[in-house]
């Protein structure tokens, strides 16, 4: 039995979030947590009973989509809205937070911050975050994880392939189903 560890299981939790997302550009999810506990989750999207980007398209000034609440954000107000304290939570992400959503994340009191991604990581965020003695960790997370079989199926998939190989087929087509297989099993 593979047992996952905590990180893994925020982190896949936060992923799973960020499937919930409304915006065309990037879909982030974040996880808050305490004592190993999730107490609140957000993604990136519209404030309630808005319009989505992605019926709407996005609404862009300079550069970024404005319609959107960022997950950090939408996990921090959630736990506003509900009386949560979040002194000493802990927040996982999908991506490394940008500058506003960091400075909300200090000014909340979480300690340590666990992210998958890197992302447009600006250096003045690090900056805060040490300064705040906030804990940056990185912790990657690929996509299959959330697939106990995922190991099973990629071997299946390669003694297919081996298979067809053995039996024969154009080096064209074995070559486009090996990139395939690839693609499906490195994401
Ligand atoms: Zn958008
Ligand atoms: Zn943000």
Not at 19 to 26: D, E, F, G, Q, V
Not at 82 to 101: K, M, N, R, S
Not at 137 to 148: A, E, I, K, R, Y
């Amino acid at each position: 039995m593979n047992r996952i560890s905590w990180n893994e299981y925020f982190m896949a939790q936060s992923h799973l979030l960020s499937l919930r997302s409304t915006c065309t550009r990037l879909a982030v999810g974040a996880t808050i947590v305490r004592d190993k506990r999730v107490i609140a989750g957000g993604y990136n999207g519209s404030i309630t009973g808005g319009d989505h980007c992605i019926d709407h398209g996005c609404y862009v000034i300079d550069n970024h989509c404005v319609r959107t609440i960022h997950a950090e954000m939408n996990a921090v107000l959630q736990c506003a809205k509900f009386g949560v304290p979040t002194e000493g939570a802990e927040i996982y992400v999908t991506h490394f937070p940008c500058l506003q959503c960091a400075k909300s994340i200090i000014q909340a009191g979480i300690q340590t911050v666990y992210y998958a991604q890197n992302y447009k990581n600006h250096p003045y965020t690090m900056e805060l975050f040490n300064l705040a003695g906030v804990t940056v960790q990185h912790v990657p997370f690929q996509q299959n994880q959330l697939d106990p079989q995922s190991v099973q199926k990629e071997e299946l998939v390669n003694e297919l392939l081996l298979e067809v190989e053995t039996n024969g087929t154009s080096d064209e087509s074995l070559s486009t189903l090996k990139k395939r297989a690839l693609q499906l099993f490195s994401s």
